[in-house]
Nanobody
């Protein structure tokens, strides 16, 4: 069974930074693409960033240059470093992995950007 546990969400002022973490209990973690999604109130869940097994990264246009996804395969953990945060980044952030043709999600962590 796959479990994903996010942490690091918080209330932060515009222009601030946060680092989210996602600890994954999954065999052979290093071979899977890991993603971060977010869902703001009243909006659809959207892909924020992804990192492949060879550490290739991909970002939504709205976060390029401000967010950075990384992974530590020794710790089975994926990170999302968020900088220059804006009010529109406010959302619940979810970790995701597709394993054995099944999508797995964490419980989410709330990020609120407000003064």
């Amino acid at each position: 069974q796959v479990q994903l546990v996010e942490s690091g969400g918080d209330l932060v002022q515009p222009g601030g930074s946060l680092r989210l973490s996602c600890a994954a209990s999954i065999r052979l973690f290093s071979i899977y693409t890991m993603d971060w999604y977010r869902q703001a109130p009243g909006k659809q869940r959207e892909l924020v960033a992804a990192i492949t097994s060879d550490h290739t990264t991909n970002y939504a246009d709205s976060v390029k240059g401000r967010f950075a996804i990384s992974r530590n395969n020794a710790k089975n953990t994926v990170y999302l470093q968020m900088s220059s945060l804006k009010a529109e980044d406010t959302a619940v952030y979810y970790c995701h992995v597709r394993f054995a043709s099944t999508d797995y999600w964490g419980q989410g962590t709330q990020v609120t950007v407000s003064s």
